[in-house]
């Protein structure tokens, strides 16, 4: 849009997908590109507003006028998000963040030997990093904004996972072949935690970018 409706606002937005190293060469990982957080940083910048885009893992231009902070871990991203977060009028949270990681890093390349079963991949948990910013962390008046990429049930695991983070808006779009994880279009349906659905067509990453902008600059008037 060409209104300025974030001038004066700071926002912070998470891009890509974290990777949680096993060895020097080997990572645990997911399909995100960056896209969909890079045009929600795009998409503010051009209204206005100061973005911090906490970046993980994206092979990507940087946004002109956008401050990228490059990450790999989601303990890196949690903690590059928690600061910027800090005096920030909203977050949004479209990064792909590993849900566990590995127990063990092993500083030397793990080696096959001859003859033996692949040992299993002992996991952890990582931090929730959205429930703590909407939580226990969230300045007043901080919109905050998740999304979930979701394969069946996708309204009611989008309520679910909304109430569970207790975040503002949640964005839930339909793991597809022509959308979501690294295509140029995505196709959304925006839950508010006041009950509203707000559906987006499938279209480029920018609209729904847009989209979710003019929510949350509804919600900071
Ligand atoms: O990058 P692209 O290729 O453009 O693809 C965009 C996208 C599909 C990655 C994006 O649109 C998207 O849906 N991102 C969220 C992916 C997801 O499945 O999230 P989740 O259901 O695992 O997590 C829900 C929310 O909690 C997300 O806002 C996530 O950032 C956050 N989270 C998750 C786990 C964790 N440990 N900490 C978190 O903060």
Redesign the pocket.
Known sequence: GLAQDLAGRHVVI?????REPLDPVRFLG??????????LARSAAARGARVTLVAAN?ALPDPAGVDVVPVGT?VQ??EA?LKAAADADAV????????FRPETYAAGKIKKKDGQEPAPIALV?????????AGDRRRPAQVV??????TDDVLANGRA?LAR?G?DL????E?GERK????EE?E?VVLGADGSETPVPYGP?EA?ADTVWDLVAARLS
């Not at 998470?14 to 974290?18: I, L, N, P, R």
């Not at 949004?92 to 849900?99: K, L, P």
């Not at 904004?145 to 979701?150: D, I, L």
């Open positions: 998470s891009a890509g997908g974290t997911n399909r995100s590109s960056g896209k969909q957080g890079y045009a994206a989601a991203l949690r998000v949004v949270m479209a990064a792909a963040v590993a849900d948990r990582n931090p929730d990093i959205l429930a703590e910013v904004v998740g999304f979930a990429a979701e996972k983070k975040c949640l964005v839930v779009n793991v979501t994880f690294g295509s995505n959304a990453k729904l």
